[in-house]
């Protein structure tokens, strides 16, 4: 049987979704990732929200693999409340 999810299982990732797996150009392993819509906690009127203001990428050096420098880069989403107050 075949296993969808090998990638996330060989670099020990839970609950992502992995985008794409590129290199860049110095060689090094860029692996695109980002977790999925849930809802969310308004930090300040404490309403559960799941509506995306906007996405900022983040990217994490992680330790090499296969003899390359690995870098994930995160899709991180901002949330928007109906207070009107955006978060992380």
Do not use: W
Not at 4 to 25: A, R, Y
């Amino acid at each position: 049987m075949l296993y969808i999810h090998s990638t996330e299982k060989l670099l020990g990732l839970k609950d992502v979704i992995i985008k794409k797996v590129e290199e860049d150009n110095e060689g090094n392993t860029e692996i695109h990732l980002e977790k999925p819509i849930k809802p969310h906690a308004c930090p300040i009127c404490g309403e559960s929200t799941i509506k995306v203001h906007d996405y900022r990428n983040q990217r994490i050096k992680d330790i090499p693999a296969f003899g390359k420098q690995t870098v994930l880069i995160l899709h991180k989403r901002r949330y928007k409340c109906e207070c009107g107050k955006c978060f992380y």
